[in-house]
Antibody, heavy 115, light 110 residues
Framework: EVQLLQSGGGLVQPGGSLRLSCEPS????????MHWVRQAPGKGLVWVAR????????SYADSVKGRFTISRDNAKSTLYLQMSSLTSDDTAAYYC????????WGQGSLVIVSS | QAVVTQEPSLTVSPGGTVTLTCGSS?????????PYWFQQKPGQAPRTLIF???NRHSWTPDRFSGSLLGDKAALTLSGAQPEDEAEYYC??????????FGGGTKLTVL
């Protein structure tokens, strides 16, 4: 069964940086668009960024553009979200999702931005 | 940016049928928006129920079905069970760039 195993997350000070990782098992990157989404406490889901299945392009929500970078290491079969200039508004659970022939979710990574 | 709309809350009786809808501020929702439906229960990560309009995942009960209904995407639950009480989110694709979630529908089985 496909699993998306996430790592990273934690407590970071405002203005700081953090990197999240997402490692799919038994999922071929080239067949899946990979996304990061987030959910602030008690709120709904918000799309953050995506990476095309063929690896040719990325796209970002306006709220994170210029601060977050989605990337993929095909050799390691790992998806990343590099986050910088973090503010309290970025506090949320972050999930990676693969969409393609099927659709799978990671278990989530909690990011808390606080001094 | 497009706004995706869902009913904030709905209630269905056990064994009953309910339809959740997903609309777009840009116009009719079509298959080209590749509508997804996700289910999230309290304290859990979301999971995919329906993808690309009406395709069920391997774990999606047959009582859930996805479709296009008028100018919206729809998720119909036929024969509601207590375990179906959850938050349901739709997810639409716009051109080749942005993706947008609806605000979610809190479904109560009562």
């Amino acid at each position: 069964e496909v699993q998306l195993l996430q790592s990273g997350g934690g407590l970071v000070q405002p203005g700081g940086s953090l990197r999240l990782s997402c490692e799919p098992s038994e999922l071929t990157f080239k067949n899946y668009w990979m996304h990061w989404v987030r959910q602030a406490p008690g709120k709904g889901l918000v799309w953050v960024a995506r990476f095309r299945a063929d690896g040719t392009g990325t796209s970002y929500a306006d709220s994170v553009k210029g601060r977050f970078t989605i990337s993929r290491d095909n050799a390691k079969s790992t998806l990343y979200l590099q986050m910088s200039s973090l503010t309290s508004d970025d506090t949320a659970a972050y999930y990676c999702i693969g969409t393609g022939p099927r659709s799978y979710w990671g278990q989530g990574s909690l990011v808390i931005v606080s001094s | 940016q497009a706004v995706v709309t869902q009913e904030p809350s709905l209630t269905v009786s056990p064994g009953g049928t309910v339809t959740l809808t997903c609309g777009s501020s840009t116009g009719a929702v079509t298959s080209g928006h590749y509508p997804y439906w996700f289910q999230q229960k309290p304290g859990q990560a979301p999971r995919t129920l329906i993808f690309d309009v009406g395709n069920r995942h391997s774990w999606t009960p047959d009582r859930f079905s996805g479709s296009l209904l008028g100018d919206k995407a729809a998720l119909t639950l036929s024969g509601a069970q207590p375990e179906d009480e959850a938050e349901y989110y739709c997810f639409l694709s716009f051109s080749d760039t942005r993706r947008v979630f609806g605000g979610g529908t809190k479904l109560t089985v009562l």
